[in-house]
Nanobody, 126 residues
Framework: VQLQASGGGLVQAGDSLRLSCAASGDIFSNDHIGWFRQAPGQEREFVGAINWRAGKTYYVDSVKGRFTISRDPAWNTVTLQMNGLKPEDTAVYYC????????????????????WGQGTLVTVSS
């Protein structure tokens, strides 16, 4: 599966931004699509993920209540809606697929995700 993330840009603190992740290839019902981010000089950080079948989501505490992940199976896309952006949200954002043959708990570990898209840069100015 190839993934393409888009939608990044330069915004001010408090603004909103919507990132999209378009997948080419089959996404199976037990797959998870996750969002990660990497700020300059820092390790890649898990942001959240969505279960493809049920649309259930899981978020890191720092974005709960501000970020929302949704999916559109008809278009094979996943959206990361980011509201109330803060300067500390500045990073390159990546989407990734975690394939699984059966239902599994959410994972925040990057090594458990099989396919990665190129990142899209989000810059939040204060």
């Amino acid at each position: 599966v190839q993934l393409q993330a888009s939608g990044g840009g330069l915004v001010q603190a408090g603004d909103s931004l919507r990132l999209s992740c378009a997948a080419s290839g089959d996404i199976f019902s037990n797959d998870h699509i996750g969002w990660f981010r990497q700020a300059p000089g820092q390790e890649r950080e898990f942001v959240g993920a969505i279960n493809w079948r049920a649309g259930k989501t899981y978020y890191v505490d720092s974005v709960k209540g501000r970020f929302t992940i949704s999916r559109d199976p008809a278009w094979n896309t996943v959206t990361l809606q980011m509201n109330g952006l803060k300067p500390e949200d500045t990073a390159v954002y990546y989407c990734a697929r975690r394939g699984s043959l059966r239902a599994t708990p959410f994972s925040a570990f990057a090594y458990e995700y099989n396919d990665w898209g190129q990142g899209t840069l989000v810059t939040v100015s204060s």
